[in-house]
């Protein structure tokens, strides 16, 4: 529900820039993911409003080096670790020649602020905090070197620069594990099924119907699913499990799968086609995803855009992209998952009480979209394509407290006016009617009503500090059952 | 004075102003006792804190609400205390953009009309049932008082560890060359009667940790006496103190402290004479 007057004023200020975006693989690379859906739907977006867009990415073997999409500039070079040295090459080559640089973090950046020239503006994107899972995927040294690159160097290399991150989750992670210094900015993901080309209401299966959806990789946890499943046949006789998605586990869970005798229930549906997912999902009841932490939640936000609830661990990403008690259910430790799916099935056992929960999924699912998404990374860009972009970080005092206003105006158009000139591109507002709703970053209450003064604006203001929730969806509607955030 | 340079965006003035606008203090009610939490990346010890608190301040005669500041948290410190269920013990959030712990505690005392005022750590290092002690000694008209560590019947619970000790033993030696009358000055538990609260903290400018100081400082030489009462002490995981990133500004703050201390020792400035008058009045 951002305002569509935000965006395109973000967007506008990107016409005519050069913006290079830096990112592991392309769209096209066979082990293509979650964040380059991202820089493609924002790449997309960024040559429509008028944007000069390259996209700098490794190059498998089948690939082009060079090769342009939809008016994108691809620059594909070097392999799976390669990419790095070939990065720095291709920016100490092409200094000047970008008016920023978009770099996205995954696991090890490519420290363009380094390789780019001093002057150089980059904004940082970052989907995950990879500290934990260097340990799980390399060994002692090198999990080490890992850890350092994403930490420290980090830290050293790219100052006060902003960062853009995909949840409040990635937000605390970067802070407090990586301690980046620059301002953080949330711009979540958007989300693939848009309800405009997908038919969002479909039959379920008669039979309680279980989806899981995601790589088989070890931090996903998809054993424990299967692992909770001979507790729950007592209750669910015909309970069906659908698990969607390939990778190097897969051997692992068929073994385990035959040795619980499960394999009339559980059906490992390996990596299948768009539409047969959205035929999966919507034959499900619910969705389980029993994953020890992610950045954000894509696969959340999908099967709540059919009208799935999701079953998931109170872990970071999850405890963002679910909506405890109204798009599906966290539980907190390993043992609590056949509980919590029990729960679930019998809530969604009832079709009027499914029907309502698959209604405020939907309306959750339609906040992310890809629009608002290039939106805000825009604004975070436009802010630092400013002369004096304000980099001002905790340390040198540009707080990590944001404020949510709320205040009536008498002239929306004036306001509206005085709104360009006062408030910074990363702010955002709506406003409804006369009502003025703003989310501030890097300031309190009081200071909020400095600027809201600042705005012609002075009685009845109300203000307070922003969640995590408001960062994500400042403006958004889906109601919040008390207490459930402890 | 360690004071954050004016954003261009908010021409704010920064540290202890508390500009006028839409400040919680509008919707927070006046009660009888209002506690202030400092909080900064406290999820994890928050909610056990807010949780014993309300059930301590449920069960008194008196009206009481919990102000927790928030310091700048990246955490879900925020969501914690806006989602908190309601309750007979109202529990407010307040924002506090300027870092450090005596900003935030500076925030929720000047924006508090309650009748007392205290602070306390969010980890709960000082047990609650200390207000046993407290509440009857500011009801007898007594303006300030502070948990202490070193007075007769006080005990760690833990033994502190070794650097911790030869700090505070440090940090002690040069306190007491501005406040005499208190033996621990550094303890996290301090309550006021109201009034007094507002003047001495209007008049404080130190944003860190040194900022107890500052408050019984002034207080001294505003001829405003603080009692001491023991508490039993628990060192908790979590601090975020650390020596070698806050030893410097530590020292700075002390300097600045022994700095205001001179100026109100020599001359009857007015800003002191204010703070004399509002206090005798």
């Not at chain 2, 969010?122 to 007594?142: C, E, I, K, S």
Request: hydrophobic share 40%.
């Amino acid at each position: 529900m951002t305002p569509p007057s935000m965006v395109t004023t973000s967007l506008s200020a990107l016409k005519g820039r050069r913006i290079l975006f830096m990112n592991w693989r392309c769209l096209d690379h066979p082990r293509a993911g979650g964040a380059e859906t991202f820089v493609f739907e924002v790449a997309r977006r960024f040559v429509r409003a008028g944007a000069g867009v390259t996209v700098f990415a490794a190059r498998p073997r089948s690939l082009p080096r060079d090769s342009t999409v939809d008016g994108i500039r691809l620059v594909r070079r070097g392999e799976e670790f390669s990419v790095y040295a070939h990065g720095a090459m291709y920016l100490a080559q092409h200094r000047g020649d970008f008016d920023v640089i978009v770099d996205c973090q995954n696991g090890i950046p490519f420290y363009a602020a380094l390789f780019a020239g001093s002057r150089t503006r980059v904004v940082c994107v970052i989907h995950h905090v990879h500290q934990q899972q260097f340990n799980q995927r390399f060994g002692r040294p090198m999990s080490s070197v890992g850890r350092f690159l994403e930490g420290p160097a980090s830290r050293a290399v790219y100052g006060t620069r902003p960062v853009a991150v995909v949840s409040p989750s990635t937000r605390q992670m970067v802070r407090r594990q990586l301690g980046l210094r620059g301002p953080l900015f949330v711009v979540p993901n958007g989300s693939y099924p848009t309800s405009s080309h997908v038919s969002c209401t479909g039959p379920r299966a008669q039979a309680p119907t279980i989806a899981s959806v995601g790589r088989l990789v070890p931090h996903k946890r998809t054993e424990l699913l299967i692992e909770a499943v001979p507790s729950l046949l007592a209750a669910w006789p015909d309970l069906r499990v659908e698990i969607v998605g390939d990778g190097p586990e897969r051997g692992r869970l068929e073994a385990l799968i035959r040795r619980l005798a499960l394999e009339e229930t559980v059906t490992l549906r390996g990596y299948v086609s768009r539409d047969r997912l959205n035929a999966v999902l919507r034959s499900a009841w619910i969705s389980v995803n029993a994953s020890d932490g992610e950045g954000w939640g894509l696969s959340v936000i999908e099967a709540n855009a059919l009208g799935r609830p999701v079953v998931a661990r109170r872990v970071p990403g999850l405890r963002d992209s679910i909506v405890d008690g109204v798009t599906g259910w966290l539980y907190d430790g390993h043992g609590d998952l056949a509980v919590a799916i029990d729960r679930g099935l019998r809530v969604t056992a009832h079709q009027d009480t499914a029907a309502a929960l698959a209604e405020r999924c939907r309306s959750w699912a339609a906040q992310f979209s890809w629009d608002s998404t290039a939106g805000r990374l825009a604004a975070v860009i436009a802010e630092e394509l400013l002369d004096h972009p304000d980099r001002r970080t905790h340390q040198g005092h540009r707080s990590d407290l944001a404020c949510m206003v709320e205040f009536e105006v008498r002239d929306p158009e004036h306001f509206a006016e005085r709104a360009a000139h006062v408030l910074r591109p990363t702010d955002m507002w709506v406003i409804d009617g006369l009502r003025v709703r703003l989310l501030l970053y890097g300031c309190d209450e009081g200071q909020a009503a400095h600027i809201v003064a600042r705005l012609g604006v002075t009685d009845a203001v109300r203000a307070r500090v922003a969640t995590g929730h408001d960062l994500l969806v400042p403006f958004a509607s889906v109601a919040r059952p008390a207490g459930v955030s402890g | 004075m360690i004071e954050a340079a004016a954003d261009p965006c908010a021409p704010v003035p920064a540290g202890g102003e508390v500009p006028p606008g839409p400040s919680s203090e509008s919707r927070r009610g006046g009660v009888t006792l209002e506690v202030v939490i400092p909080a900064r990346n406290e999820e994890r010890r928050l909610p056990e804190t807010l949780e014993v608190l309300c059930d301590y301040l449920a069960g008194q005669s008196y009206t009481a609400s919990i102000v927790v500041v928030d310091n700048g948290s990246v955490d879900r410190t925020p969501d914690i205390v806006s989602g908190w269920p309601k309750t007979p013990v109202n529990v407010h959030l307040v924002g506090c953009s300027t870092p450090g712990k005596g900003a935030a505690v500076r925030r929720g005392v000047l924006t508090s009309t309650a009748d007392f005022i205290g602070f306390m750590d969010a980890d709960l290092a000082t047990p609650v049932d200390t207000l046993d002690r407290v509440m009857p000694l500011l009801r007898q008209g007594n303006p300030i008082v502070v948990g202490s560590r070193r007075c007769a019947g006080a005990a760690y619970e833990a033994a502190q560890p070794l650097t911790r000790r030869i700090c505070g033993e440090g940090f002690r030696r040069l306190a007491r060359s501005v406040v005499d009358n208190v033996h621990d000055t550094q303890c996290g538990f301090k309550f006021f009667r109201g009034d007094v609260a507002r003047t001495l903290f209007a008049a404080c400018q130190i944003n860190g940790f040194a900022f107890d100081l500052e408050v019984l400082a002034i207080a001294q030489r505003s001829g405003c006496p603080a009692i001491e009462i023991p508490v039993r002490w628990t060192a908790r995981d979590g601090s975020t103190l650390r020596l070698a990133t806050h030893g410097r500004e530590i020292a700075r703050e002390l300097a600045n402290i022994r700095h205001t201390v001179r100026r109100l020792d020599r001359s009857r400035h007015s800003e002191m004479v204010s703070v004399r008058g509002a206090l005798a009045g």
